[in-house]
C-alpha cells in the first residue's frame, strides 16, 4: 500500500560498481487474487496504493520468485554499474484510524433494526446483513504494520533483483550493503525482510540469521533524508498543517459524485445516509482491498461498489495525493530535494569509479603493451 517513509538501500561493488541506492518506501500491497473472483478482480486496478503487487503485475503469480527480463535493456552490452530504486515497503494492515472508522460503520450495520429490510429481492438475506455478521477481525494494535504476506513481497522482490543483476548483488558485495530507512515499524521490517531475502539467494535452504547479525547489518533509520517531508519547515507551515491546504479535496468529497456514491451505499446496506460521510465510504472500499491483500479472501465490503464507484474513489485518493505530495504545491516537490541530491550524489560518483577504474586499465594496458611509451 503506497504513501508512507522510504527506505534507503546501498551497495559499493568493488571496485568499478555501486549498488548504491534503494529506497524502500511505505504503505502496502497484497496477496494472491482468487482466479475466479470476476467482482474482485474488476475493482483491484482502483485500489491505487492498496493494490496488490501481484494484481499490478500479473506476471508474478506463475513465479514470484523469477525475474522479467526486457531483452532490449539486458543485452550483453549493457553492463550495470549501479542500481538506484525507489521501492515501497510491503503489504500492511490498516492504520489503526482507518481500523476506527471501519468499526464505525461495522456499529451502523449492526444497529440496525432486526427486522428491518433482511430479506432480499430473492428471498436471501441483504448485503447490510451480510456485513454486520462479517467478523470484524482488525484490531488497534495492527496500526499499518506489515504483515506476514508484506515480509513475503520484500523477500520475493530481492531474490528478483539478485537474479536480475548478479554482479551488483554478488556475494562479496553483500558486506557493502547498506540499507537505509525511515523508522516507520512498516518500512523497518520491510528492510529486513529485503536482506533476509539476500540471504536466500546466498544461502539456499538455510533459514536466514537476525538482520543485526548479518555481514551487511541492520536497516539504518534516517528520517531527515527518508522523510524528507517532515523535516521541511515550509511543507509543514503551507501544506501538512494548513487546514485549506486540501480544500479541493473537500469540495470533492461534499460534491455530486461522491453523493451519488453515499446515496447508493446507504440504500444498498440500508442504513440513513445521513450516518454516512465520504471518509467511512473510502475505508469501506479499502477494507475490500484488504481483507484480499491480507486474507487472499473476497469480502462482502466488495460487493457494495461496481467499477463506476471505484473511479470515483480512486479519483478522491490520487486528488489528496495531488495537492499533499504531488504537483498540487511546489513545495512539495522542493522539499524533496535533499533525497535527490542524495540519490544523485552516488549516480555521480558511481561514474567517477567507472571512469578512473576505465583510466587505470588503458593507462596499465599503455604501459604493459609499449613499455617505452612508443607505438609500434
Not at 10 to 38: G, I, Q, T
Not at 164 to 172: G, I, N, R, V
Not at 276 to 284: K, T
Not at 309 to 322: I, S
Request: neutral net charge; hydrophobic residues 40%; aromatic residues 8%.
Amino acid at each position: 500500500m503506497l504513501r508512507g517513509p522510504p527506505r534507503l538501500l546501498k551497495v559499493s561493488v568493488a571496485p568499478v560498481a555501486a549498488l548504491a541506492v534503494a529506497l524502500l518506501s511505505s504503505l502496502s500491497r497484497c496477496s494472491l487474487l482468487e482466479p475466479d473472483d470476476p467482482a474482485a478482480s474488476a475493482l483491484s486496478p482502483y485500489f491505487g496504493t492498496k493494490t496488490r503487487y501481484e494484481d499490478a503485475n500479473p506476471g508474478l503469480l506463475p513465479d514470484p520468485e523469477a525475474p522479467r527480463r526486457d531483452p532490449e535493456l539486458l543485452e550483453d552490452a549493457c553492463t550495470p554499474v549501479q542500481l538506484v530504486a525507489l521501492i515501497r515497503h510491503g503489504t500492511r494492515y490498516p492504520t489503526a484510524k482507518q481500523i476506527r472508522k471501519l468499526r464505525q460503520l461495522h456499529g451502523l450495520l449492526q444497529a440496525r433494526p432486526s427486522g428491518d429490510g433482511r430479506a432480499g429481492p430473492a428471498g436471501g438475506r441483504d448485503l447490510g446483513a451480510a456485513l454486520a455478521d462479517w467478523p470484524l477481525w482488525y484490531a488497534d494494535w495492527m496500526d499499518g504494520q506489515l504483515v506476514e504476506k508484506g515480509r513475503q513481497d520484500m523477500r520475493q522482490l530481492a531474490l528478483r533483483l539478485a537474479s536480475l543483476f548478479p554482479a551488483l548483488f554478488s556475494l562479496e558485495n553483500y558486506g557493502r550493503l547498506q540499507l537505509v530507512t525511515s523508522s516507520k515499524h512498516r518500512c523497518v521490517d520491510s528492510g529486513a525482510a529485503f536482506l533476509q531475502g539476500l540471504w536466500e539467494h546466498y544461502h539456499p535452504g538455510l533459514p536466514p540469521p537476525d538482520v543485526a547479525d548479518m555481514e551487511c547489518g541492520p536497516p539504518r533509520i534516517n528520517d531527515k533524508l527518508m522523510r524528507f517531508f517532515d523535516h521541511c519547515e515550509k511543507f509543514l507551515t503551507e501544506v501538512e498543517k494548513n487546514a485549506t491546504a486540501l480544500y479541493h479535496v473537500e469540495a470533492f468529497k461534499t460534491g455530486p459524485e461522491m453523493q451519488n456514491i453515499l446515496k447508493k451505499v446507504a440504500a444498498t446496506l440500508q442504513v440513513p445516509v445521513n450516518n454516512l460521510n465520504a471518509d467511512l465510504i473510502q475505508v469501506a472500499f479499502f477494507t475490500c482491498s484488504f481483507d484480499l491483500a491480507i486474507k487472499g479472501v473476497k469480502s462482502p465490503w466488495c460487493d457494495v461498489f461496481d467499477i463506476d464507484d471505484a473511479k470515483v474513489l480512486e479519483y478522491l485518493n490520487d486528488l489528496k495525493q495531488y495537492w499533499k505530495r504531488g504537483y498540487g504545491y511546489t513545495i512539495n516537490s522542493r522539499s524533496s530535494c535533499t533525497l535527490f541530491q542524495d540519490i544523485f550524489q552516488h549516480l555521480d560518483k558511481a561514474i567517477e569509479q567507472k571512469q578512473r577504474t576505465l583510466e587505470v586499465l588503458l593507462r596499465s594496458f599503455l604501459t604493459s603493451s609499449h613499455p617505452d611509451g612508443s607505438c609500434r
